[in-house]
Structure formats: C-alpha cells, structure tokens
C-alpha cells in the first residue's frame, strides 16, 4: 500500500513570498539548463527562449497614461513561455514530473518541488515536449498541470517527420498578487532571470544561449554576460571550519543591479541575496575600475549550502548564529557572511580608499557645521562602522550617528555598574586602566550632551531670526510661530519638554523655574486661585529656595512671577487701555495671579503671595505707537535704543519692552562663546 499524496495540500505548505513571484519562471530556466546538459549537444550548441506573454492593454490604462505622459503604459503580463533544445519530457523525466520530492536530479541541486512553485504564482502550467526515447524515433508529450486538475493530456505519441526535439513549457494565468509584486519590463525580467542563472555564465561549462522576449522585441542574455561580467569574474576557495566554500567575485556593470551584495547559492541556483552595503568600510554606490563603474556581487557556493538549502529554494536551515558549545564547531550564516566580508575587503582594497575618505569628509563637514554634539565620540566609532555614503541625507546621517551615540550610552551605564570595585582577582594596573577608560568616555558623552544643549539654541535662534523677518508678500508671521518657538501653546511646564522650553531666550534664569503656563487662562495656570478667564501668553512662578516655601519669615524675595507677552513682529496698534497696551496687559495678569493667592504648583501656601515681586516682558517691534506708550509710561530707553524698561512701584514689578532685534542679538551674545567653541557661525 503506498501513501499517497494531496496536491492541494502540498500548495498550501509550500511557501512563495509574493515579491518572489518570478521565482518559477527562473525554475524553468533552470530546469532548461539541466535539459540541455543531459542531451549530446555542447553548451554553445544550446537553446533557450523566454517569452513573456501580456493581456491585452485595459482602457483605464489608456486613462492612466494619459495623466503620466513621457510614460509608456504596459500591458500586465498573464504568463511566460520557455523553450528550448533539451532532452526533453521522456518517460524517465515524467515519471519523475509525476513524483513529487524526487531525487532524480539530487545531484544538480533538484529537490522535485519546482512545479509546485508553479502552481503557487500560476493557475495552470501546459508543456508541449518532443523528445527522443532511447535515441531513437521522435515521440512527442502533450499534457497540462494545474492545482484542481492535476496532470490531464495526451500520452505519449509518434512525432511526425517535420518536428525537432523541442520542448515549451507554458506557465498561465499569473496570479494577480504576484504579478502586482514582480517586475514588468524586458529589461528587467530579463537582467533577474541573468543574475539569478549568473552561476550557469560564470562556471567553466558555460550556459546555453537565452534569448528572453517581449512583442518582437529581445534581449540576449549572453550578450548581457559578455558586456558587463565575463573578464572580471574571480573565483576563490577557502574553508570555513575545515568546509569548502567557493566565493566567486563578479563585477557587475548592468545599470540595473544597484546594491554590493552575497548572493547564497545552492543546487545551481541563486537562493538569497543580502546586501553587503553598510558591512564593508566605503562600500557604496559605485565602484570604479578602467572599464568603468561596477557592483560588487559575491557569489557564495558550496556542498554545505545545497545540503541545507529549503525545499522551495527561498532560505536556508541555518542558525544565524550559535553560542556556547556549538560556537565555532557548527557553520552559521554569521560564519559564512564573515568570510565573504574578509575575502571582499581584500579583493576590494584598492577600489575604497577614495569612498572612505569621501566619507570622512561628509561625516566632518556635517559634525562640524550641524550636529557638533558628536565630535567627542567620532574617535570612539570603529572606522569600519563609521563610512557612509557621501550622498546620505543630514537626516539618516544623523539617526546613524545617534545609533552610536546611544549605544555608547547604554555600553557606559552598563560598565558604571560594576566599575566602582575591581573584579575578582583583578590587578590594580588592569582596574586603573579599565577607570581611566571609563571616565574618559564618561568625559567625551557629557561633551556631546553639552553639545548638543548649545547646538539646540543656535537653532532655536537660527529660527527665530526667520520667524521676525518679512516675507515676500510683504506681511509678517503672526504671533503664535514665535510663541512657540519659545513654548508651544496651551502647554505647562508637566506637558512640554524641556527642550522646547526656551526662555533662556529672555534671561537664563527663566530656564529654572516651579511652574510654566503657556497660553492657558488664570483660571487653569494651578499656581492662582484666580477665577480669571484672562490668557497670558506665558507665566513662570520661580521659587530659588525651597525650604522658605512655607517659612513665616519675609520669604517673598525668593520668588518670583514672571509674564511674558508676545507680539506680531511690526504691529503698530498700541493704545491706551488693557485689551491694547502691552504693557498694561502684563500688569494686569500679574495683579489677577496675586489676587488668586500664589502657590506652588502642588498646592502649598507662599507667604506674602500677594506681594511676589513681578517681571513683565514684552516682547514686540518698537513701532511708533509701542514707543508712545513707553515714553506715556516714562520708561527709560536702553542705551542700544532697542528697548525699554523701568520698575514699577505701585504693581512692584520690573517691566521690560525688548525688540525681537534685542532678543535676539542679546541671546546670541550671552551664547557667543559656546557658539565659537563649538565651531558654529553667529552672524
């Protein structure tokens, strides 16, 4: 009794991601391959054609088009043919066909599921195949192979005097979700079914002649080969935990394959690709040697890898890596991807000194002229790590190095741990030294986080100075993009981040404060119990000492009340009254805050809250009538000229009228040195 097999069954355990939808076409090209090497014909003497076969072009697509034009619209692609000048289907090859998992071919890497894969991309597969038996007369098999069906068809039969051997097989109807994830165009069917039978063209065999299809049009794929590959293919063997293993280094020069890459192989077959970019110091984008630019592919073989190669050929039964007893006894893919690295480095050697210093230059100029905070740890970084791609956007340059950077951080909280006592038996020498690392790299963090603090401001006022300037139409940004280039809106001090605090604009005292409101009414600011609906656009309680919080002494002086209001850059509308003085506004607030009694943010009494000494910014354009209002106010004018101020004793208040000119100018002097320290420009 024999067990039998479910075909159905079969197709839903086997596995076809859906970007591998070309996957069984180039099983085909390579069943064609094994086909002709089985005949008595010499490779050259071989043949094989691909042809890719469309529906017809839909309406819409005429539509679409229309919206896109320089755009050629393509038809979708229902399905492939492949011939060629094979053995053929005779009767030791179908009965194969009919088993499934047959071993008739184990010897060239064939694990007998390739018509499965078929049968996942495609709703039915006909094969047309005229063939020898025995080496004599001409019979010819004609069947199709679908999931509900099975295999259906003619037998075998005599061949009439004016056929050739020839066999076609036909794959049909292509899934709508693979066909949606694969590629379209001649070009580029035509250069994945070359690289993926690249190993065929490179052997010392050789591959037959593929031709590969389109409406008329073609492309030879040996032509491919010699153009671009076939005097700059290098084959290395080395072991790897005493097994053999081929690298074959191949420069490839077709416009389309973009990445330096391994590419696994096994049983004749590409199986997976893994990109080398990034793992090899200056390896990327395009080489250069005296033909030209090329990519870089290895092609990785050996009898380990076809032994541990899946049945539907997409991966490998192999541990990225081992740990403990099996470590370096059993190979991985971190064993295999190592060695390929070692042999690229050096076949490559010559070709990246150019690129890695290319690197160091994007690397310098963006540290120095953006992202200061990462100069302290740059020496920190392995070189071989640290090459990017000159072309890299200031963007993914700086999430590369923040990786680093927080690596770093996470490496010395871990040592901080343990690095207060020495380790079991540790000589004094090796614990010194292993101190003097640490707080040298304790030292170069802190550096980059002060950096970066300094870093921050330069680009805080980098915006502000746009935000103040007038733009094209004539008019001026309102007041809310400079108010929350300080703090954003409707935030208090619990709900903002610290770095988007900027206070320190107005005076660096502000950076440390009890409470923060942005916006919000008195009503809602927890530190007033005032019932007022009246909205600030910024109030900060400061309390410097906290044990006179609720001392019965005179404490008041400790703290503060400070608030800010903000204006339109050259608004010219100040008049008398609170809705559209500036000044009167601020003191206003400050009067309705004490009214409502002053607490901490938690609740707890300030004495003589009432009384809490006030500093009321404004902050606007000295337009005529912001200046008639100081001068009304008899404010005193800063010997700049570029603001006014005086103090006020009947609200008990310092009040300020700055300029944005002012702000600015001022915040960048108090700033200046940092600035300068760190490379970065002022004007």
Known sequence: MSVKTNLPGRLRNTSLPYHEGLLPLFEAVVNSIHAIEETEVTMD?????????????????FEEHAKRPGRDA?????????????????????????????????????????????????????????YQNGGGALHKRKFTFSAKTDIRGEGELQANDTEIRETQVALLGFKKKYQQASRKTLSSIATQIFEHCLWYFIRSG??????????????NLDSVYHEHIKNSAIAEQAKINEVDFVFNHVRIRSTNHLNHSIAYCAGSRLVKEEKLNGKIAGLFGKLNDEDGEFTYVCYVTSEFLDQNVRAERTGFDIEEEYEGLLQGIEISMSDIRSKVIEKAQSQLSGFLDS???????????????????????????????????????????????????????????????????????????DYSN??????????????????????????????????????????????DLIHNL???????????????????????????????????????????????????????????????????????????????EIKRPMRNDAKPGEDKDPIEQCLGYLKRAREGKVTTKDGRPLSNAENLPGFCYVLCDLTPSVINRCEILDMT?????????HYNKTYNAYVEVISFDKLVLSAKERNRAFFDRLGLPTT
Not at 209 to 219: K, L
Not at 361 to 381: D, G, M, Q, T
């Open 74 to 130: 393509i038809p979708s692609i229902r399905g492939f043919i492949v011939k060629d000048n094979g053995i053929g289907f005779n009767q030791e090859n179908m009965e194969s066909f009919m088993t499934l998992d047959s071993d008739h071919k184990a010897d060239k890497g064939c694990r007998g599921v390739g018509r499965l894969l078929w049968l996942k991309a495609f709703e039915e597969v006909k094969i047309d195949s005229v």
């Open 434 to 479: 292993r101190l003097r690392e640490y707080l040298a790299k304790a030292t170069d963090l802190k550096t980059s986080d002060l950096a970066d603090y300094v870093s921050h401001r330069k680009v805080i006022l980098d915006l502000f100075s746009e935000a103040i300037k007038r733009k094209v139409d004539g008019t001026y940004e309102r007041e």
């Open 637 to 645: 004018r800063t010997h700049d000229g570029m603001g006014y101020f």
């Open 486 to 564: 300080i703090m954003p809106m409707r935030k208090d001090t619990d709900e903002a981040l610290p770095a988007s605090c900027n206070l320190w604009l107005f005076d660096e005292r502000l950076a440390f404060h009890e409470y923060l409101g942005s916006d919000k009414t008195l009503q809602k600011i927890p530190i007033t119990g005032s019932s007022s609906k009246k909205e600030p656009d910024l109030m900060a309680l400061n309390i410097n000492d906290n044990p006179f919080l609720t001392s019965e002494t005179d404490s008041a002086p400790f703290s503060s009340l400070t608030v800010i």
């Open 355 to 429: 690129n890695i210093m290319k690197s160091k230059e994007r690397i310098n100029h963006f540290v120095s002229k953006r992202a200061p905070r990462y100069r302290p740890i740059l020496k920190r970084i392995p070189e071989s790590k640290l090459a990017v791609d000159p072309e890299i956007s200031d963007k993914d340059l700086d999430i590369a190095l923040h990786k680093f950077l927080s690596e770093m951080e996470s490496e010395l909280l871990e040592e901080g741990h343990d690095i207060m006592s020495p380790m079991l038996g540790e000589a004094e020498a």
């Open 45 to 61: 003497q071989g043949r094989i054609d691909v042809e890719i076969i469309r529906n017809q072009l839909e309406p819409d697509l």
């Open 206 to 219: 050789g591959c037959p002649e593929i031709h590969v299809w389109d409406e008329g049009e073609s492309i």
